[in-house]
C-alpha cells in the first residue's frame, strides 16, 4: 500500500493518493504577503520607491530601510599614520580592524565607541578598515574580522576576534591599563 505524497506549488498544493482510495484534491494554501520592512521613523532612511519592490500605501509608496548607522566617534588611522597614532602612543590603544561590508563590525561599532567614552585619557580607541589598509591587516595576521587588539608601548599585547558582549572587551582592556 502506497502511502500519499504532497506537492506543493507557490499557491496550491495537490494531494495524490493510489487510485484505488481517492482522486486527487486541491487544497488552497493562502501565503503570507511581504509589506516591507518595519519602521522607525526616527533612525529609518527613506528610498524612492522601484517598481520591484513592495509598495506599502500607508507610506505613500516609498519603502523604509531600518539600516543603522555605522559611523561612530572613533578616528580611523590610514597607514601613513599608523607608527605615529598607535605605536608610538604613550597610552594603551585599542584598534578595532573591520570593514564596512561586515556585519558583526557593524555590531561591535557602538562597543569601541562606548569604550573610547568610558576610558577617555587612560585608553586610546581607533579603527583600522582592512579594505583601505591591507598592508597594516597582513602584518598582524588579520584573518577574521571584527578583530580587536590591544597595543601598549608599540607592541601587540592582545586580540579579541569577533563581536564580543562589551564585558569582554572590558576584561581585556582592563588588564593594561
Known amino acids: 500500500m502506497a502511502s500519499p505524497t504532497l506537492t506543493f506549488s507557490p499557491i496550491t498544493a495537490f494531494v495524490s493518493a493510489p487510485s484505488s ?27 524612492p520607491f522601484s517598481r520591484s519592490m513592495s509598495r506599502d500605501p500607508r507610506r505613500g509608496g ?4 531600518e539600516a543603522q548607522e555605522t559611523a561612530v566617534d572613533v578616528v580611523a588611522v590610514k597607514e601613513d599614520e ?52 591591507p598592508n597594516i591587516a597582513t ?18 599585547k592582545d586580540a579579541v576576534i569577533g563581536a564580543v558582549p562589551k564585558s569582554t572587551l572590558i576584561t581585556c582592556v582592563e588588564r593594561f591599563l
Open 139 to 156: 602584518q598582524y595576521g588579520i584573518r577574521s574580522i571584527p578583530t580587536v587588539m590591544v597595543f601598549k608601548n608599540g607592541e601587540k
Open 21 to 47: 482510495f481517492l482522486p486527487p484534491r486541491r487544497i488552497s494554501v493562502r501565503l503570507p504577503e511581504f509589506h516591507g520592512l518595519k519602521s522607525n521613523p526616527r533612525s529609518a532612511s527613506v528610498v
Open 62 to 65: 516609498r519603502v523604509v530601510c
Open 82 to 133: 599608523w607608527q605615529s597614532v598607535v605605536l608610538d602612543c604613550e597610552l594603551p590603544v585599542l584598534v578595532e580592524f573591520w570593514a564596512p561590508w561586515c556585519g558583526p563590525c557593524r555590531m561591535i561599532h557602538p562597543v569601541v565607541d562606548e569604550l573610547s567614552k568610558d576610558y577617555s585619557g587612560k585608553l586610546k580607541c581607533y579603527k583600522v578598515n582592512t579594505d583601505e589598509c
